[in-house]
């Protein structure tokens, strides 16, 4: 079983920053990306940004127009945790954050061993940006 565990979340004046932390648990075989999203009340859930592993450079990141130049996602494989650091915070930025990993698992014992890839989703952590 995988859990995605966020923190860092909070109440932040407008120019302020916060960073988040999502750590990844579990029969963790491969992350295949990782990223933030976010919800405001009322509106759909939308992209923040994502890391993304392999292809011919390695990897690579992506942000939401909103954000770039303002956020900033990094990830440490070694610990399954992913970052993000936000600067400049604007209160159009307050929304629940969640952090979301496409990952393959393993079961079983050598010779037998099961694969499976799904998207899992963390419980979200709060940001509001209010002076």
């Known amino acids: 079983q995988v859990q995605l565990v966020e923190s860092g979340g909070g109440l932040v004046q407008p120019g302020g920053s916060l960073r988040l932390s999502c750590v990844a648990s579990?029969?963790?075989?491969?992350?295949?990306?990782m990223g933030w999203y976010r919800q405001a009340p009322g509106k759909e859930r939308e992209l923040v940004a994502v890391?993304?592993?392999?292809?011919?450079?390695?990897?690579?990141?992506d942000y939401a127009d909103s954000v770039k130049d303002r956020f900033t996602i990094s990830r440490d494989n070694a610990k399954n945790t992913l970052h993000l650091q936000m600067s400049n915070l604007k209160p159009e930025d307050t929304a629940v954050y969640y952090c979301?990993?496409?990952?393959?698992?393993?079961?079983?014992?050598?010779?037998?061993?099961?694969?499976?890839?799904?998207?899992?989703w963390g419980q979200g952590t709060q940001v509001t940006v209010s002076s």
């Open positions: 979301n990993a496409d990952l393959a698992t393993r079961t079983g014992s050598s010779g037998h061993y099961y694969y499976n890839t799904d998207v899992y």
């Open positions: 579990g029969n963790i075989f491969v992350i295949n990306s």
């Open positions: 890391t993304t592993t392999g292809g011919s450079s390695g990897g690579s990141t």
